[in-house]
C-alpha cells in the first residue's frame, strides 16, 4: 500500500489557511499543482526508510536525506516540509510494507494476536521506529490507520467499548513498542550478563526475587513477548466475562 499523503511544500506554515500551525503532515492541506522537480514522494520515503535502517534516527537530516538522493535540499523542500514529515512518511511505509486479511479469523483473540505479531517483526526490521513514543506528533498515516482500525474492531468483537477499549488498545500498542525498543537496544555481551548476574547473587539478600529469576541473563525475548501479550489478553478476556 502505497501513502496517500498530502503535504506543504517549502517552510513549514504557521498562519494563513490550508491548516495553519497544523504540525501533523496528514492534517495539513497540500500546496497545489504547481510544477514539482523531478523528484517523488514515494523516491524520498524509500531513500529516508533506508537511510533510517542503516544509520538510525540521529543521523537522519534534510541535508543527509538530499545528498543520498542527489538533489539540492531545497528540491527535497518541494516534496516535504519538514524532517517530521519524513519521518511521519516512513513510519507509516512501514506499516504498509505488509497486507492485512482480507478475512477476520472466527475468534477476535486470533486477529489480535496475528497483528501484534506482525506489528513486532515490523519494528524490528525496522528498530528506529520503535523510538516514536518519545516524539510528540500521533500516527496518522493511512497505512498505520488500517492496522489500528482492524485492532480496535477486533477488540470491540472481543466485548470492549469507550474507555476500556482505548485501554486495551494503548496497553497492546505499548507492549509492542516497548518491547521491541528494548530488544533493539538493549545489547548485553555473555561477559556483561554473567557479570550483572553475580552482581545480584552478592546482594541476594537485598534483592532476592529478582537474583532468583534471571533479571540480568534472560534475553528470550520472543518467549518474552508471547507470554505478556497472553497475560494482556487472558486480562481482557476476564474483564469481558465480568
Avoid: C
Avoid at 23 to 40: D, F, I, M, Q, Y
Avoid at 156 to 182: D, E, F, Q, S
Amino acid at each position: 500500500m502505497n501513502p496517500e499523503v498530502n503535504v506543504i511544500a517549502g517552510k513549514e506554515r504557521t498562519t494563513g489557511q490550508g491548516g495553519a500551525g497544523v504540525g501533523s503532515v496528514w492534517l495539513r492541506a497540500s500546496r497545489g499543482n504547481k510544477a514539482e522537480p523531478p523528484l517523488t514522494r514515494e523516491r524520498i520515503v524509500q531513500a529516508a526508510v533506508a537511510l533510517l535502517d542503516e544509520q538510525g534516527m540521529e543521523r537522519l537530516t534534510m541535508r543527509h536525506l538530499a545528498e543520498r538522493l542527489q538533489v539540492g535540499a531545497t528540491t527535497l523542500y518541494w516534496h516535504v516540509a519538514t524532517k517530521g514529515d519524513v519521518i511521519d512518511l516512513a513510519v507509516d511505509a512501514i506499516f504498509g510494507e505488509t497486507r492485512l486479511p482480507d478475512q477476520r479469523a472466527e475468534h477476535p483473540r486470533d486477529d489480535i494476536v496475528a497483528l501484534v505479531t506482525t506489528w513486532r517483526q515490523a519494528m524490528l526490521r525496522h528498530p528506529w521506529a520503535a523510538t516514536l513514543p518519545a516524539r510528540q506528533r500521533p500516527l496518522m498515516g493511512p497505512n498505520f490507520l488500517a492496522w489500528m482500525e482492524f485492532l480496535q474492531s477486533a477488540l470491540v468483537r472481543t466485548g470492549l467499548t469507550g474507555k476500556r477499549l482505548n485501554a486495551a488498545t494503548w496497553a497492546l500498542y505499548n507492549h509492542v513498542m516497548g518491547a521491541t525498543a528494548t530488544q533493539s537496544s538493549l545489547q548485553l555481551s555473555a561477559e556483561e550478563a554473567r557479570l550483572g548476574q553475580e552482581y545480584l547473587e552478592s546482594r541476594r539478600d537485598r534483592y532476592p526475587t529478582v537474583a532468583a529469576n534471571n533479571y540480568i541473563s534472560d534475553v528470550d525475548w520472543d518467549t518474552s513477548f508471547t507470554v505478556g501479550l497472553e497475560l494482556l489478553l487472558d486480562g481482557i478476556d476476564a474483564r469481558t466475562r465480568s
